[in-house]
């Protein structure tokens, strides 16, 4: 015997394989990519917003998602997902002292270790994260896994 899906099954299970495609198979190297190479391109795009304190150019960039002005950094969060244990970000900051750890998710500066083009903290006993790589200009791409 046939069997047939109805048009709401066939629906919910597009809908389910878009949302694995688009937040689970994107490695971690290929969001430091992405975001490195839109950086990259649009480089004069983030200095004019931090110059002028207006960041509605930037916010339309896709890379970025939200942007936060704190009292000594501004970060340019991309991507982010996960709950609990489980959670990843990615993204942009601005220092205007060079702080590799003024994003708020940054681990302890002086447990930084040298990674590839950037530094990582990996906490002892414990899965947080933090890998920070200077871009120029006072910018640095970060992630944080919890």
């Keep these: ?50 110059q002028s304190g207006d960041y509605s150019t930037v916010e339309l960039l896709s890379i970025v998602k939200t942007v936060y002005v704190a009292k000594d950094y501004v970060d340019f969060q991309g991507k982010g997902y996960g709950l609990g244990p489980s ?27 040298k990674s590839g083009a950037g530094y990582q903290y990996q906490e002892n006993n414990g899965d947080n994260r933090y890998y920070v790589e200077p871009l120029g200009n006072d910018f640095f791409y970060y992630e944080a896994h919890f």
């Design 1 to 50: 015997m046939r069997r047939q899906f109805s048009k709401r099954n066939i629906v919910l299970l597009l809908l389910s394989c878009s949302f694995l495609l688009m937040n689970g198979c994107t490695s971690p190297q290929g969001n430091r990519e992405r975001i490195i190479s839109a950086y990259q391109k649009n480089e004069d795009v983030f200095i004019d917003a931090v």
């Design 87 to 113: 959670t990843h970000y990615y993204g942009i900051f601005y220092s205007p002292d060079g702080d590799l750890c003024a994003v708020d998710v940054a681990g302890p500066r002086e447990e930084l270790t």
